[in-house]
């Protein structure tokens, strides 16, 4: 029985206490006025009456009752119902407030105010109808004048005793003719509702209720909002009735009032209630989830992360919920629904929402019994949970939500309330033990479903309502509106006399009655089902590990019993199946077999192996062993032990120390709660058998909680000195334990070294974080973070850096929390302190024993380390270092997808030379021991190097891991063996940092390589001709000296600063500092420091690259330019030859020949670095030019291209030099404009250039910037005559708001390219999408993902767009400046890809290299710089510029394979030694500082050794004598052909050498690293075997590329041998191929001339048509178009938009019929010609070229040499014709037709007069368009 209220208070405004803020409360009265005993009266009642402040008002409000709750320090809650109701204030109180009003807060203007009057009633009782009506009649019984006192009425509240559960039902009266029934709850332990769970739901929604419920279980902060205070109660009152079985144990305050809204900013999660008129006080909170009940909305900030239930319970848990809340749902789309619904009252459908929430709850903690640790008993059950094993057992180990919830307060109040064996039962344990079945959530079990929950519902509806409803119920309720009656009279104060009387009469009743004794039915908890009858388990998994166990098996009896042949054999199938966790549970029961009495001695061989399988075990569980793996080997690893000398005995445990789960302090409390609950029921078992029981059988069977249960039972029966013996009994048996533990964990703890100050890895549990930095756990979680040697010895800076201290730190901490859990005296706590130190150091010097004795040992077999082939002049900077090579992401070398053994991890040294660093070893693996596993990269190309956290190995203690990464594709990931020391390990780091970064060009290898000659060499004296390469850097002096301070300057390659690029005044204020006097000074300076040594090096200028291309070109050569012939239109200048005005530009330019070298100085100074405009490509058909240049400094400068008559140029005409003249030499070439084989295009005068800018602009920036009017006319503010014959191609960003000029002839196209940190970043992405560190689970990381992600192949479409459009430009006739950034590197790419489409001579071997030395060498791209070639360039980092013109290259050869002279394979050569730093031609950054370091111009009397070669270009020239590997025998091109590949990104291929590697060689661009390992494989054939040539390839270990049978090849070399034979000297393979192509060609054509007659016969119909680009005129403006024409249609229609993508002829390569094509075919066809003169008739193959204006002849179709041209602008007439001597017979009259030209008379036979007539119309029409 309880008291229904503990107090009764009248509480009221304060008028006496006025402030300027909010008013007051005040206790008027308080009954009972002392304080019970087992209940003080709680403080601050008075601000939860009132909880929005106490305040007057104007108008009588009705009553308003609401129920606050208030939390004592012992976490009682104390429920206090608040009845206020209005009161009339006094006038003369009015009055004083008026008064004082000027001083205080203003008050309503009203003549009358009204105070708030509270009853309030506190209980500890939660009967709020009871409290409601109780107040109420109070209330009525003042307001009606009722003539009962009111003293009975709350003397009688106050006096009532109701019991507390048990499920009776009391009724109560107070004295004023009112009957009132309570009812209590049958068990206490289930929350009371009503219907507060259903009404939330309705407010907020399914959706955010479950949030809600994930909120408050995982611990954080929530707040309720409503304008009701009653709404606030309920809604906290149903959030913890739905967290039932757990008990929400944090801050709990439904209504907060307004004076304590601090209180939302605590630290600690709660559940709070506030008013909605103080939102906006909760704004500024940032980790507070706001739940609106009056909006229905839930606001989660968004640095709170809410953990939600595992799928499949939040869907089947939603699903549920709205079976019941919203049945309509389930029949809203039947075509036929029923008439009614049946609907539950709300009272039920609360009922049924909170079981959907309990079957949840049985669902999450279904088995949780399985996993309680019992251990004490007695007195009372001491009981903990081990989590790891629940959350391994149910497999959600990865869960966040249960991870959380389990480790949260209220779950351990759960375990604390539920964990005792012996209690009384309640509807939670009942579902979670028996009802297994029907929580499994099964398809199509709705019906189940609901009845389930419709029966738990009725079990809590019963609890609460365990009987039907009462009518006698009846209390007395005011009048309707009695509120608003005039009150004569307050509400009177009690007779405090009256009220204390009865309380005391009621005490004294009390005495005299039996005290009270509340009956528990209390019994053992059932255990419920193990949790392997809950998860499922799936078959063929099962089937799967069978075998596999059966292996495990196997290979631990073939170790006992000594096989070891047999083990071995096994081992790698054993170590794939510890993977997983039923193979690692079967490899430790299968230990404990072979344990006899606690011990077990192997020999080295056994124990060996033994904890290599430990080992492997071990590293694949976390810290918490979830799975039970560490449990089980832990009293193995101090069984298993050998014998090192007599005497000395090493055990498993200190060869299996480095995994973090010995260094969690979770892990040791769970092992040793496990161990004493053994032994606790080892205790009760034994003594129980001593007694006579006669079912022993189940006495065995039963568990530690079973047997607490009986002992709890039996507890009260026992005598006390019984008592005592027990309890003594288990504290001993725990104190025993914790001494057990303690050495059991000093032996996992204590390394075996205990001299090197190392600890295990995790080892910051091991102390406190302040004092312990263990190297290792910043290796394993933060990625290797600590790069640096200070922090290798993990203790050396801690404040206890000796290893013993900090061991038995953490023993102590650890024996303190159990024993102080477990309940073991002070004493003995006291004696387990002092113990433990002895127990450290009497270990420590048995380890030092042990490890004395064990180096002793002999070493084990360790595989010979192999030496690598190094090259000519190739030194070796440090000695190879025993590692293992580490697989990492590739799947080609493990085993994965591929199958077969894995190659990795492999065993070997790790080589360090002057060139390279290289792997050199063989796999673990034993089935492929046999194989030498290679891997190595030059040291120039390392991008990135860092230290790695290996996993220890099956064999030893590994220290530390290294990652290497390089730009050529490798990736070593090495981990050093436990002889390496770690001072030599970082040694080998820092050299190979110091061989990356050389502090000069001149230290890397390519320099170096020859200086062991040249010391040895004898003194020479100095010569009187100087070298070239003395004159050379006589050269770069005399510049120095002569050239001004600017020009000195500017040989730093740093841009100008954004500053002077934005300034408009920079290039005037550059002007006005240079004037035209000083510059013809400066060049008259420099001509006369030309002198007679200085020629010859001219001369070797004049036979560089630049030079030999201009000639190739007809662009000029030297001697011409110095006369100035006037006939040529461009010159060679020697303006730069001193490189006084570009530095980075080579000696000698193409410039146009009107323009003087001091207008090319002023130029310069416009454009950045100085790099003018200058010619490096011109068509031969069109004449077209391309130039480059550098980006424009500023916007001032397009001021230059501008008439002299355009405003705003604000320097005067002097200052600017005029480029009229270099516009027209540029785009005409001649002063006739209109001459030449483009002019015609441009000679209509239809053309617009903004149609024009329009489509080439739109196509350059990748999509459409302008578009040109529907009805194809030219705009008005951008309409010129014709087509502009310059296209200025720039950057958006320099080219920005500069105007189009109409009347010039140029244009300026802006677009929008990638820059260099885009590459840069482009090109990490790549490397590690296609060399990946390690695999990765995660799909948003696939390879395809990440090499999307990359946006490399989004790059190489960009170059090829722009490129392919500037070849479109170019053959249309208009010349084009690329002028990109800097302009060397994006332009540099795109005029280089530019000439490669335009050009077939750039497309052969000679030309390529041409090609490489002209745009990419002598035009200034920075290698050094981008490459990262020293340590001043090493904050750049590495850019492959470069290499992504290569990939762009290969992406065309692929599209284009006849084209081609050079195979891929060149491509690959050339793209891995750009970066090797083997040669020196991609050193430096300038021919200018080439010059100065002695490179350019290498000495003629240089006598270095022939193996070194100082050219790429000459070392892949000797490999191409020897072997035909560079060149590409599908080599075929089709003359002047211009490519047009494709663009777009779905067309582009990953080149493959960034993916393919070869395990067996390593790279093979080092040609003599790949003959000496071809040779050194045939002395491997042993000579007793069967000799054969076939050969077993591996696609993952051999180079199969090069392996593959190749038919050209094999002649070659067969052709080879017979020419040994029989002449001493073969011929080159180049001059046999050569010879067999010459023969086939003749061949060919005399088979072809055969066939002419078959040919004559053939339909035109079947004449085909190519494809190509062309300009097709249009009614009023034209575009360049691409058409596909076929058929025989007589007119050319352009396709829509012009494709970049169209191919041309070389599509069709492969077809035998199509060998004769080419690009440009308006028609073609047989016709019969007659010879010159006395030359008979011969049929030709007639080609119709509309775009060159030509009509071309062949032999036969198939011929690929034309035999003839006849050009179309020379024809004057072409008419019908008559048949002449030797014409062929037997044709009609009318089919010969004649064409004269300005030479002679064509005489043509057609096969009929409608193909004579169809040839005349095509070529009238050819000549009509001209």
Not at 308 to 322: C, F, K, N, V
């Amino acid at each position: 029985m309880a008291r229904l209220a503990d107090y009764f208070l009248l509480v009221g405004y304060d008028l006496n206490k006025r402030g300027s803020s909010i008013g007051q409360g005040k206790i008027l009265q308080r009954f009972p006025e002392k304080d019970w005993e087992d209940n003080p009266f709680p403080q601050g009642i008075e601000l939860f009456c009132q909880p929005s402040g106490w305040q007057l008002c104007t108008e009588k409000n009705p009553p308003n009752f609401f129920i606050a709750v208030l939390t004592d320090i012992n976490s009682e809650r104390h429920y206090c119902s608040c009845f206020t109701f209005w009161e009339e204030c006094a006038q003369n109180l009015i009055d004083q407030r008026h008064g004082e009003a000027e001083e205080d807060a203003p008050l309503p203007s009203a003549t009358q105010l009204y105070a708030p009057k509270t009853l309030v009633l506190v209980s500890r009782l939660d009967h709020p109808e009871v409290f409601r009506d109780s107040l109420g009649l109070i209330y009525t019984i003042h307001t009606d004048g009722l003539s009962v006192s009111l003293e009975n009425v709350v003397g009688n509240l106050l006096t009532c005793t109701v019991p507390v559960t048990g499920g009776s039902q009391r009724t109560i009266s107070l004295g004023a003719g009112d009957r009132q029934v309570i009812q209590t709850p049958i068990c206490d332990s289930l929350p009371i509702s009503n219907c507060s769970v259903a009404q939330l739901f309705r407010q907020l929604g399914i959706t955010n209720v479950l949030c809600l419920f994930c909120a408050a279980l995982t611990e954080h902060k929530i707040l309720f909002l409503s304008r009701s205070y009653q709404r606030l109660t309920e809604a906290c009152r149903a959030l913890l009735a739905i967290l039932f079985p757990l008990r929400y144990s944090f801050t709990y305050v439904p209504i907060l009032p307004a004076q304590l809204l601090e209180v939302l900013s605590t630290p600690t999660p709660f559940i709070i209630g506030v008013n909605a008129l103080f939102r906006s006080e909760t704004q500024d909170l940032l980790d507070v989830i706001i739940a609106d009940l009056d909006g229905g909305t839930v606001t989660i900030p968004e640095c709170v992360q809410i953990p939600l239930l595992p799928e499949p319970l939040i869907h089947h848990t939603q699903d549920a919920l709205s079976l019941f809340l919203d049945p309509a749902l389930q029949i809203a789309d039947l075509a036929f629904p029923p008439s009614s619904i049946t609907t539950s009252t709300l009272r039920m459908q609360d009922m049924e929402v909170r079981a959907v929430f309990l079957r949840l709850f049985a669902q999450i903690l279904q088995g949780y019994r399985c996993c309680l640790q019992l251990i004490r008993v007695h007195p009372e059950p001491v009981i903990r949970f081990h989590k790891a094993s629940f959350l391994g057992q149910r497999g959600l180990v990865e869960d966040d939500f249960l991870t959380k919830v389990l480790e949260g307060m209220a779950f351990a109040g759960f375990v604390t309330e539920r964990g005792p064996p012996y209690r009384s039962l309640d509807l939670f344990d009942e579902l979670v033990a028996y009802d297994v079945q029907k929580l499994q959530y099964e398809e199509g079990s709705q019906r189940n479903l609901m009845k389930h929950v419709q029966e738990l519902a009725e079990k809590l509806y019963r609890n609460e309502n365990p009987y039907p409803a009462v009518s006698m119920h009846k209390v007395q309720r005011p009048t309707e509106g009695s509120y608003l009656r005039p009150q004569n009279k307050s509400f009177p104060l009690f007779d405090e006399s009256s009220i204390q009387w009865i309380l005391d009469q009621a005490a004294a009743k009390m005495q005299n009655a039996p005290p009270a004794v509340r009956s528990e039915k209390k019994c053992m908890v059932p255990p419920g089902p193990p949790i392997a009858a809950i998860v499922e388990r799936n078959g063929s998994a099962l089937a799967n590990s069978n075998r596999r166990l059966e292996v495990v098996r196997n290979c631990i009896s073939y170790i006992f019993e000594n096989k070891m042949l047999e083990a071995k054999k096994l081992q790698p199938a054993v170590l794939r199946a510890l993977k997983g966790r039923a193979a690692r549970q079967c490899l430790t029961q299968e230990l404990h077999l072979h344990v006899q009495q606690n011990r077990a001695v192997l020999d080295h061989q056994q124990f060996d192996f033994v904890v290599r399988l430990m080992n492997c075990c071990l590293q694949d569980c976390t810290s918490l062993d979830e799975h039970s793996i560490a449990a089980a080997l832990l009293p193995l690893v101090t069984a298993f032990c050998r014998k090192l000398s007599p005497g000395i005995t090493q055990f498993a445990y200190s060869c299996v120390q480095e995994h973090l789960v010995w260094t969690n302090m979770q892990f040791w409390e769970a092992m040793f709660y496990g161990d004493v609950q053994n032994h606790i029921r080892a205790l009760y078992v034994s003594s129980e058998e001593a007694e006579p029981n006669l079912d022993e059988i189940d006495e065995e069977e039963r568990s530690a909680l079973e047997l607490a249960s009986e002992q709890c039972r039996l507890w009260p029966t026992l005598q006390r000195e019984k008592q005592l013996e027990l309890i003594q009994k288990e504290e001993s048996t725990v104190f025993s334990q914790a001494i057990h533990y303690a050495n059991r964990m000093s032996y996992l703890l204590l390394p075996l070294d205990t001299s090197k100050n190392r600890l295990l890895r995790g080892g910051a549990g091991l102390g406190d974080t302040e004092s312990v930095t263990n190297s290792f756990i910043t290796n394993s979680m933060a990625g290797s973070v600590a790069e640096s040697a200070d922090t290798e010895s993990g203790f050396e800076d801690s404040e206890g850096s000796d290893v013993a201290h900090c061991v038995v730190r953490f023993i102590t901490r650890f024996v303190d929390k159990v024993c102080t859990e477990s309940g073991v005296t002070s004493d003995h706590l006291k004696g387990l302190h002092t113990m433990i130190p002895d127990i450290v150091q009497m270990h420590i010097e048995t380890l030092d024993a042990v490890h004395r004795e064990s180096k002793r040992l002999p070493p084990i077999q360790k595989p010979k380390l192999l030496r690598p082939t190094l090259l000519v002049g190739e030194e070796l900077v440090m000695e190879g270092l025993r590692v293992y090579l580490l697989p990492d992401g590739r799947e080609e070398a493990t085993g994965g997808s591929l199958g077969g053994p894995p190659l990795l991890p492999a065993e070997g040294a790790l080589f360090l030379t002057s060139y390279r660093c290289i792997f050199k070893g063989t796999p673990v693996d034993p089935l492929v021991a046999e194989q030498t596993v290679v891997r190595s990269f030059p040291v120039a190309s390392l991008t990135k190097e860092k230290k790695i956290s290996v996993p220890a190995h099956l064999d030893q203690y590994v220290q530390e891991g290294l990652q290497l990464r390089s730009c050529t594709f490798q990736l070593l990931r090495v981990a050093f063996d436990e002889e390496v020391p770690s001072e030599v390990s970082e040694g080998f780091r820092k050299q190979l940092h110091k061989l990356r970064y050389p502090q000069d060009v001149l230290g890397t290898f390519p320099f170096s390589v020859g200086l062991s000659l040249q010391h040895t060499a004898q003194p020479r004296t100095k010569d009187k001709n100087p070298s070239i390469k003395t004159i050379s850097k006589n050269l770069v002096k005399n510049a120095k000296k002569t050239i001004g301070r600017q020009y000195v300057t500017r040989r730093k390659y740093s841009p100008p600063s954004w500053d002077l690029r934005g300034s408009q005044n920079s290039l005037e204020t550059q002007g006005d500092d240079i004037s035209v006097s000083e510059d013809l000074d400066r060049s008259t300076l420099t001509i006369s420091t030309l002198k007679a040594p200085d020629k010859q090096a001219g001369g070797n200028m004049a036979e560089r690259a630049c030079c030999r291309d201009y000639q190739r070109m007809g662009l000029g050569t030297l001697s011409n330019s110095l006369t100035r012939a006037k006939n040529e239109p461009f010159r060679i200048s020697t303006v730069n030859r001193m490189y006084a005005v570009c530095n980075s530009y080579p000696g000698l330019l193409i410039v146009p020949q009107t323009i003087q070298d001091n207008t090319l100085q002023k130029i310069s100074r416009c454009y950045r670095q100085n790099r003018f405009p200058v010619v490096c490509w011109r068509s031969p058909r069109t004449k077209a030019v391309l130039l480059r240049s550098g980006g424009l400094h500023g916007k001032g400068v397009v001021g230059l291209f501008k008439s002299p008559n355009t405003a705003g140029t604000d320097s005067p005409d002097k200052r600017q030099p005029k480029l009229g003249s270099l516009m027209k030499q540029v785009m005409g070439g001649k002063e006739d404009v209109r001459g030449g084989k483009w002019g015609s295009m441009r000679g209509t005068g239809r053309l617009s250039s903004y149609a024009m800018n329009a489509d080439v602009g739109s196509r350059l920036a990748a999509r459409e910037l302008l578009t040109p009017h529907q009805n194809g006319g030219p705009s008005d503010s951008a309409l010129t005559p014709r087509r502009a014959a310059l296209y200025i191609i720039g950057d958006k960003s320099q080219l920005k708001g500069v105007k189009q000029d109409p009347l010039q002839q140029w244009e300026l196209v802006p677009i929008e390219l990638f820059d260099v940190r885009q590459v840069k970043a482009s090109f990490k992405k790549l490397m590690k999408a296609c060399v990946p560190s390690a695999p990765s689970t995660d799909p948003s990381l696939s390879y395809l993902r990440t090499l999307e992600d990359s946006e490399w192949l989004l790059q190489l479409h960009k170059l090829l767009q722009v490129s392919a459009l500037v070849v479109e430009l170019l053959d249309s006739g208009s010349s084009v400046l690329v002028g990109l950034e800097d302009g060397w590197d994006l332009t540099t790419q795109v005029v280089s890809l530019v000439q490669l489409l335009s050009d077939p001579y750039y497309r052969t071997i000679e030309g390529f290299r041409l090609l490489i030395e002209k745009e990419w060498l002598s035009f200034g791209h920075r290698f050094s710089h981008r490459g990262a070639h020293t340590a001043a360039s090493q904050s750049n980092g590495f850019t492959p510029i470069f290499l992504q013109f290569l990939d762009c290259v290969h992406q065309i050869h692929l599209q284009f394979p006849s084209e081609f002279e050079f195979s891929q394979y060149y491509l690959k050569f050339v793209a891995y030694h750009y970066v090797s730093n083997r040669f020196r031609t991609f050193l430096l950054d300038s021919d200018y500082e080439r010059i100065e370091k002695g490179v350019l111009y290498e000495e003629k009397g240089d006598r270095r050794s022939p193996q070194i070669c100082r050219s790429v270009w000459e070392y892949m020239e000797r490999i191409h004598k020897k072997n035909p590997m560079f060149y590409n025998y599908i080599f075929c091109p089709e003359d002047g052909e211009v490519l047009r590949p494709y663009s777009s990104v779905w067309g582009l291929r990953v080149w493959d050498y960034y993916t393919h590697e070869a395990l067996s060689e390593g790279p093979s661009y080092d040609w003599e690293l790949v003959q000496a390992h071809r040779h050194e494989e045939p002395e491997k054939n042993d000579s007793s075997a069967p000799q054969t040539k076939r050969k077993i390839v591996w696609p993952s270990y051999h180079a199969s590329q090069r392996l593959q049978p190749d038919a050209i090849t094999c002649l070659l070399d067969e052709l080879q041998n017979l020419e040994m034979d029989l002449r001493p000297v073969p011929e080159r393979w180049k001059e046999t191929w050569d010879k067999v192509k010459a023969a086939h060609r003749t061949e060919v054509r005399h088979e072809s001339r055969k066939s002419s007659a078959l040919l004559m016969s053939s339909s035109v119909s079947s004449q085909r048509q190519s494809l190509g680009i062309y300009l097709q005129e249009s009614g009023v403006g034209s575009t360049l178009n691409l058409s596909l024409e076929s058929g025989p249609s007589t007119t050319s229609t352009p396709s829509g938009g012009g494709k970049l993508g169209a191919r041309n002829s070389t599509s069709t390569l492969y077809n035998q019929f199509n060998t004769a094509e080419r690009e440009n075919r308006s028609y073609e066809g047989i016709l019969c010609k007659k010879g010159a003169f006395m030359k008979p008739w011969k049929p030709r193959w007639f080609v119709l070229d509309k775009t060159k204006h030509q009509l071309r002849y062949y032999e036969s179709r198939t011929d690929t040499e034309c035999k003839g041209v006849i050009d179309l602008a020379e024809v004057e007439t072409i008419s019908a014709g008559t048949p002449t001597m030797g014409a062929p017979k037997n044709v009609d009259e009318r089919a010969f037709f004649d064409l004269k030209t300005t030479r002679r008379v064509y005489n043509f036979c057609a096969q009929d007069p409608s193909q004579a007539q169809q040839w005349i119309d095509r070529i009238q029409s050819c000549l009509s368009d001209a």
